[in-house]
């Protein structure tokens, strides 16, 4: 996982704090054409870890680039808080459907809810509210199985990480 550095951004006299929709509004404006936001964490009431993706790959110096520029759109001499963006991270669930695109033709782990694991590849996404084909493999002779899941039937989705 790529993690950004924690950025204070704020002074000793701060009296405002601010809140997940102040971050977000300005997330919205600085997130480049492929970039798209994943989850957003707050702890203390002014602490927030910021997610975000992109289909092309995020490196450092992006999530930087987006916390610095976040960071300059409040006044550090009203505003408290303390701010972190990094990548949600190849072992986490995913939270949005564009992680579902990103992934397409990746293996990826399925956990249903009715608690059957599939694992295979990520052969189609339908809607935010439709489905995901899977392609699993069995077998010496590699018998090719397809799993149509509906989204609401799955718990959880994860990338597998193959060396």
């Known amino acids: 996982m790529l993690r950004g550095q924690i950025v204070p951004c704020f002074s000793k006299e701060s009296l405002l704090m601010i809140n997940k929709d102040d971050i977000l509004k300005q997330l919205k404006q600085v997130l480049k054409e492929g970039q798209f936001f994943v989850d957003i964490k707050e702890k203390n009431g002014n602490e927030f870890s910021v997610f975000v993706d992109d289909f092309a790959g995020l490196d450092i110096s992006e999530c930087r680039r987006i916390n610095k520029q976040i960071c300059s759109a409040f006044d550090r001499e009203t505003e408290d ?60 002779k590699k018998e090719t199985q397809e799993y149509k899941i509906l989204i609401q039937n799955i718990k959880s989705t994860k990338s597998v990480i193959i060396f």
């Open 81 to 140: 808080f303390a701010l972190e963006v990094s990548s949600p991270g190849l072992s986490k669930a995913f939270k949005v459907h564009e992680q579902y695109l990103k992934n397409l033709g990746k293996q990826v782990e399925v956990l249903c809810k009715d608690g059957e694991k599939i694992i295979g590849e990520l052969k189609a996404v339908g809607d935010q509210t439709e489905y995901i084909l899977i392609e699993k493999k069995e077998g010496k």
